[in-house]
């Protein structure tokens, strides 16, 4: 047994530079392995350690959810830093147990090696910190400014802590094994561990964002001039049986097959943009509201496991559907008008109000949860913008019908009278386009969990025979080629894409309550 004075020997040298008052010291110079103390011990230090890291850990989670739903309430903030902390803190723990006993079993490994030490301990630094990154990738939106210089800042802060904590673990170990402070613990460790957290984060987090700041460089197309002027209406829960009774209304009608998808924003998405949910990235989402709370998370990581798997097991909050704010793909008629094509867009999914578009929030807002005033309200600007820009193109989405057939309770009579009424506003809007001058195309889906197939009717032939040839149906009428990541239309004359849209401000705003009330009073939100 040693001799208690190399040991007080050994506490006074570790007094000396700080290391005495963190206790972690004295986990590894206990009893043997069969020890119920030393078991005890190392319970409690890895415990004290873990408590650290949790709160270090927690701080940059926190603060990037702060920066990204901004504003939160004081008990939202405490959900989110517990909840993290929560999670770090078992993780941690079982992290810090593993190295002491990898270590206990492995002596050789902390030699009385400068490099060996400082090794293990960046590289255990290095992976705590690597699931923030990770983290913090799989946000749709890239950060603000702001927010990435207090992300950077706290992870920074974080792997210094982390590589802190379990560099004292290995301190506690080599005096043990050693009866002498190591080397390594006699010299100053702030400038390579400060060295070692700024090449971290570089390369965990600069190639990441650097890639998403690149400006999207346009593709050269070629294109056919044309003088035709198109105006697409598209309508939800409208199916080939459904249309059949208003033959009358467009001369060229056929059945089609609708596009598959998990929600309707994906699937019109995907006939709008002509791509598929990986490209166009318009999806189902969810956000997170905590238990008591009358406020909804929205800005939350596609790889958030706390707050969208282990938050809700354990009931302190509950998911929620969110309607879509981030599309990675231009529809087409945004193709057209970055190419000096009028055009304007009215009430489709993912798109906030701009020059040339008039997003959904002002119109179901609006409406107060009237799926007939939706209608009415999206024909109306319609017509209005197409008097007043004359485009080339022009698009309008109705979801009145699937509404009333699919969304909300309505008794059996209710439900046919509001359908008829519905069809009515589609013959309005198909009657005033032409009147305009305006070769018209009508495309319906049936709505979630509705039989029948799709439909597509319009002024003029189209060799469209599934949804998926819409879009560059329409892109070949107006004179532009398909891109190949369209899987429908002729296969001949094909650009190979046309690349990611820019983003804006709005890809990142939150959802407006009221608008957000409306859609939950027209089934959009269950």
Not at 314 to 325: G, K, N, S, Y
Request: net charge positive.
């Amino acid at each position: 047994m040693r001799r208690v004075s190399d040991v007080d020997s050994l506490r006074a040298q570790l007094r000396e530079r700080g290391y005495l008052t963190h206790g972690i010291e004295r986990w590894f110079a206990l009893d043997p392995w069969s020890s119920r103390a030393f078991w005890l011990e190392l319970i409690t230090v890895a415990l004290k350690a873990a408590t650290l890291i949790a709160a270090f850990g927690a701080l940059p989670l926190a603060a990037v959810m702060a920066f990204r739903n901004y504003p939160l309430h004081a008990f939202e903030t405490l959900g989110l830093f517990v909840s993290y902390a929560a999670v770090w803190l078992v993780a941690a723990f079982a992290f810090v147990v593993a190295v002491a006993l990898i270590l206990k079993l492995r002596p050789a490994i902390p030699i009385d090696t400068p490099r060996a030490l400082l090794a293990i301990s960046l590289a255990a630094g290095a992976l705590l910190t690597a699931p923030i990154a990770i983290w913090w990738y799989r946000f749709d939106a890239a950060p603000t400014l702001p927010e990435l210089l207090a992300g950077v800042a706290l992870c920074a802060i974080f792997f210094l802590a982390a590589t802190t904590v379990v560099s004292a673990a290995l301190l506690s170990f080599s005096i043990y094994e050693l009866q002498r402070v190591p080397a390594i613990h006699q010299k100053p460790r702030g400038v390579p561990m400060a060295i070692a957290a700024a090449v971290l984060i570089a390369l965990l987090f600069a190639p990441a964002y650097a890639d998403r700041e690149r400006t999207p460089i346009a593709p050269m197309v070629v294109t056919t001039p044309t003088t035709t002027r198109v105006a697409l209406i598209a309508v939800d829960g409208l199916t080939n049986e459904i249309l059949q009774s208003r033959r009358d209304l467009l001369p060229h009608l056929a059945p089609i097959q609708p596009i598959a998808g998990s929600s309707t924003t994906e699937r019109w998405a995907s006939l709008g943009t002509g791509v598929h949910t990986e490209h166009h990235g318009v999806r189902a989402i969810e956000g997170v509201r905590f238990r008591g709370s009358a406020h909804v998370l929205q800005r939350i990581s596609r790889g958030d496991f706390v707050l969208m798997t282990l938050a809700p097991l354990a009931r302190v909050a509950r998911r929620e559907p969110l309607p879509p704010t981030v599309r990675r793909r231009d529809y087409v008629w945004e193709i057209f008008a970055e190419r000096g094509v009028t055009s304007i867009s009215v009430n489709w999914w993912a798109t906030a109000d701009a020059a040339n578009a008039i997003g959904p929030e002002s119109i179901f807002t609006s409406a107060q949860g009237d799926p007939l005033r939706v209608d009415a309200i999206a024909t109306a600007r319609f017509i209005e913008s197409i008097d007043q820009r004359k485009p080339r193109f022009a698009t309008v989405y109705l979801p009145a019908l699937d509404v009333i057939l699919n969304r909300i309770e309505l008794d059996p009579a209710a439900k046919v009278a509001s359908s008829l009424r519905a069809l009515d506003g589609i013959t309005i809007a198909v009657t005033l386009a032409r009147a305009r001058g305006y070769e018209v195309v009508v495309a319906g889906m049936p709505g979630e969990g509705q039989r029948g197939a799709g439909v597509i009717a319009s002024t003029m032939p189209l060799r469209a025979r599934t949804a998926w040839d819409i879009a560059p149906a329409i892109l070949t009428i107006l004179g532009f080629p398909a891109s190949s990541e369209m899987p429908g239309g002729e296969p001949q004359s094909r650009i190979a894409t046309y690349g990611p849209r820019e983003t804006d401000a709005a890809a990142s705003a939150s959802v407006n309550e009221e608008y957000y009330e409306n859609l939950k009073s027209l089934g959009y939100i269950r």
